[in-house]
């Protein structure tokens, strides 16, 4: 999947960033049927909510279950990112990345395991 960043202007037509990418890729797809799959760009994650994740999510999970914070991060993809996120977490946006550390919370909550909101970290990031 190749992605192109558009805007719609202002009559309803798609205006992509870089027309002349997008014309050299659809020129390798001459005879074929593609899909167009249209989203509004969404803000992404700030880097607060990375340094949650890293600071304070995984950093528990390494802490409390002895694995290492990278291995934790895999073992979270794995489990809780959804398909379409293409399991990866770099290119959540603020909406699914909330909802991606609330499964990690709640699973965690299950066995035992307390990871702090992003509002009760204060001064938990080092």
């Known amino acids: 999947m190749t992605l192109f960043r558009c805007h719609v202007s202002d009559s309803g037509k798609l205006v992509p960033e870089d027309?002349?990418?997008?014309?050299?890729?659809?020129?390798?797809?001459k005879g074929k049927v593609v899909w167009l799959d249209v989203r509004t760009e969404r803000k992404p994650r700030s880097m607060d909510?990375?340094?949650?994740?890293w600071g304070v999510v995984y950093k528990t999970i390494s802490e409390e279950t002895g694995y290492e914070i990278d291995?934790?991060?895999?073992?979270?993809?794995?489990?809780?990112?959804r398909p379409d996120d293409r399991y990866t977490t770099t290119m959540l946006d603020s909406a699914r990345f909330s909802e991606y550390i609330e499964r990690?919370?709640?699973?965690f909550s299950e066995k035992g395991i307390y990871i702090p909101s992003a509002n009760e970290r204060v001064d938990a990031v080092s």
Do not use: P, T, V, W
């Not at 027309?19 to 797809?29: F, P």
């Open 19 to 29: 027309r002349g990418a997008l014309d050299k890729h659809l020129q390798g797809l």
């Open 49 to 53: 909510a990375n340094s949650y994740l």
């Open 71 to 81: 291995e934790a991060h895999d073992l979270c993809k794995s489990m809780f990112l």
């Open 104 to 107: 990690i919370r709640r699973f």
